[in-house]
């Protein structure tokens, strides 16, 4: 793990059309999303909490460090097998030191929910793009529980938390259709007398609400249009669970697509999530005339997961409407570096919050296309790709931005385009998607230093 003082080197890479298909049967790292989770309701629960399959991101690790942090025993027995001692609801302790969560937005957020209905004293910082990220859509509606928020300027890390010695339970709408949100005022419930209500007026993923039932929350889900009302009763006695992770789909996406992209390509993606309200990707690449079967649908850990069959195909250019934005808010870089590739122009829908994520993503997907000869516009919060029908020129050096996503799609691309693109850094990339490289390597795809 780093902070910034620490971090490792600077990794450029450069990504080249590989001369051959890109074949092969994989699996991808955990869900981030999951493991997180994981990681926290585990240490929230009395008694064990087993994992298979955990994330050992960057960012998973700052999770399972803060969580030792708190007072959970927190083991890592290798191959993605974990185990959490927890201290029960309103159990955790005084943490010795500042929390550094690193990248990670998910990570800081969620654990402002659950400091905020625990009445101890605690800092949270993180890296440069972390600071820089808006914190006040959790700390605004977490002060009404009676926690207290000190904050630099605009809300951002790093962050000081009393939390409320009594917390009061929320009743909240979501004015940002936020996952994070969603769960921070939740897990600030869990300690606090009485029902929590939040509203949702687009669905968002629902890991929290599904897990937090796992381990034996009473939590209530009213459909309501688009959106959702969950009502959380609070102090349950949660108990220790055995959680597996399954594959990751927003990692998956990275190998699908270049599969997709690469001629004469078919690969296997095996285990991984397809929850309904993780996977608008699919559904755009279906509708794009992608070539992708899903075999072996089965339920594992309370989630949906299938098996991926992807081979190589031209893809048409479709509207995404910005109701599908929630389903499928991290493929966006990913999703129009495929539309650069396909035939006809591209326009995503509703791209709002694709400003506040690990960078200005809106921006640096639209200039990741740019220096490689796509043409791009950027219309209020919509983006249109226009395809080139055939490979991108490529030959553009692309800034990171320190997004592991924007890394990630920006070598995917390199694998079609004419020239190679390069990448100022990609040791990012190890905050979701560890092993990329090799696993990229291993089915075709061909990156190199630079
Ligand atoms: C996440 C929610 C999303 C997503 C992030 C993970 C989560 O963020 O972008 O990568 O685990 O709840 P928002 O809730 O801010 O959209």
């Not at 005022?185 to 606090?192: E, F, P, V």
């Not at 006695?237 to 390509?265: T, Y």
């Not at 339920?299 to 250019?317: I, M, S, W």
Request: negative net charge; hydrophobic residues 40%.
């Amino acid at each position: 793990m780093h902070s910034d003082q620490t971090r490792p080197q600077i990794r450029p890479l450069i990504a080249r059309r590989p001369a051959g298909p890109i074949t092969g049967r994989i699996s991808v790292p955990g869900d981030k999303s999951i493991s997180h989770r994981a990681l926290m309701f585990g240490a929230l629960a009395v008694g064990e909490t087993r994992i298979t399959g955990l994330l050992e991101g960057e960012d998973v690790l700052r999770t399972a460090a803060a969580m030792r942090a708190l007072g959970a025993e927190v083991v890592n027995h290798g191959g993605g097998r974990w185990s959490v001692a927890g201290r029960g609801i309103g159990g955790l302790t005084e943490p010795a030191d500042v929390l550094d969560m690193g990248n990670s937005g998910t990570a800081a957020r969620l654990l402002c929910g659950i400091l905020a209905s625990h009445p101890i004293f605690s800092v949270l910082t993180g890296d440069a793009s972390l600071r820089g990220r808006p914190m006040r859509r959790v700390t605004d509606p977490l002060s009404a529980t009676g926690a207290r928020f000190t904050s630099r300027e605009g809300g951002r890390l790093p962050l000081a938390i009393e939390g409320a010695e009594d917390a009061m339970p929320l009743e909240y709408r979501l004015p940002v259709a936020s996952a994070q949100v969603k769960s921070a005022i939740l897990l600030a419930g869990l300690n606090a007398r009485g029902i929590t209500r939040v509203e949702e007026p687009e669905a968002t993923r629902d890991h929290s609400e599904n897990m937090l039932r796992h381990f034996g929350a009473q939590v209530a889900v009213e459909t309501v249009g688009e959106g959702r009302i969950i009502h959380l009763t609070g102090q349950p006695e949660l108990r220790g669970a055995d959680v597996d992770v399954p594959g990751d789909v927003s990692s998956a996406a990275f190998p699908l697509a270049a599969a997709l992209l690469v001629p004469g390509s078919r690969l296997r993606i095996d285990g991984v999530g397809l929850n309904p309200l993780r996977a608008g990707l699919l559904l755009c690449l279906q509708e794009m005339g992608a070539d992708i079967v899903v075999e072996n649908r089965r339920t594992e850990g309370g989630e949906p997961v299938g098996d991926l069959v992807v081979a190589h195909g031209a893809l048409r250019a479709i509207d995404v409407p910005p109701g599908r934005a929630p389903s499928m808010i991290d493929e966006y870089p990913i999703l129009a570096v495929l539309a650069s590739c396909g035939n006809g122009a591209t326009r995503m829908r509703g791209l709002k919050e694709l400003r506040v994520k690990e960078s200005d993503r809106l921006s640096a997907t639209a200039a990741l296309l740019t220096v490689n000869g796509v043409r791009v516009e950027i219309e209020g919060d919509d983006l249109i790709v226009h395809g080139t029908g055939g490979p991108p020129a490529g030959g553009g050096h692309v800034a990171t931005h320190m997004d592991h996503r924007i890394a990630m799609s920006a070598l995917v691309l390199g694998q079609a385009t004419a020239a190679p693109v390069s990448v100022d850094d990609s040791a990012f990339i190890d905050t979701s998607f560890t092993g990329f490289v090799g696993l990229m390597t291993g089915i075709g795809a061909v990156l190199d230093p630079a």
